[in-house]
Structure formats: structure tokens, C-alpha cells
């Protein structure tokens, strides 16, 4: 089994995936399907636990969290592959550190409303020669709508420029009123 690898790490997650051993439709010589599904899992000091319980034969994985990542946290990572006779053996380790996760971006503030309209801006992070952290390659805003029903965020974009700290969100119908 191949060693993962780290797709992407930003402060509430860490995007894994690995190469299949091979085309999940083939069979062994009993009928048995060669792959069924793979099993990640994570070390982050006390042990291994799966991060995947029910398995997939998708080879890639993004472990999240609601809160950031504590910085200079480690963490390794393992793979397994799986068919009907029973688990392979584990891939050789990933290690990672959180150390390099950009801080929390500050003074988030709404510039300006429309009925169809938001602009936000943000402070710029400190970069590499500042801080010592990598440079920071593009911002994530997201956004949750606050009703009750609704648990989760919702992407709106990643900046392709770091040094663009300002973004308007155009709608097609107007925003409630009472936008905070």
C-alpha cells in the first residue's frame, strides 16, 4: 500500500488521499473483489483510530474539524486496503504538523450592504518573513445562514490572490433585512 499524502492543510482540515492499488472491479481467482473499500487512520498521540468507520474504495479523504487545528499539533496518517478475506497491511506512515497553519484572520467586518449585495473585508495575515509560517496562498470565506435547520458552512470562495483582502457576494434575491 502506498503512503498518503497531504493534499492541503488549512486550520480546520487536512485534505489526504492515496494511490489505489488497483481497479476496484477486478476479481481473484475464488469471484472475490480484489478491493473493497480502504481504511484511513489518524495518530494524533494516543493511538491510531479510523477516521473512515464504514470504509470506501474513494481514495481520498478530508479530516475536519468544527474548531482549528491546535497549532504545532503532529499527526500521522495510515491506509489500509480491505477486501472480502480481510484487511492488507498498512501503508507506511504520513507525519504532519499543523505548525505551518496560517493563525485566525482578524477584524472581519461588513463594509457595505445592497439588497442584493455584501462586501467584507479582513486584516492581511503576517507573512513568511514576519512570522516564519509558510505564506499564506489563498483566503477561504465562508458563510452560515443562522437558520436553525442549517448546521453547516457553506463555501463561498478561496481568493486566488492572498493580498486581496476584500469581497463582495452578488445574489440573485435580496438579503434579509436584519443582516448583522
Known sequence: MNKPSVDYIDPKAISISWVALINSTQFDLQGFELITYYTLEV????GYEVLNPTGSIITNYIHESTTPFTRN???KYRVAASNPVGFGAYSDELSLSTDNVPSEVKNLALVSTLPKQIKIKWDALLLESDTGRD???YYKLEYHDNLPSTTLWTELTKSSNPLVLEFQHDVDSPFPANID
Open 43 to 46: 495518530d494524533k498521540g494516543s
Open 135 to 137: 505564506t499564506v496562498i
Open 73 to 75: 499539533t503532529a499527526f
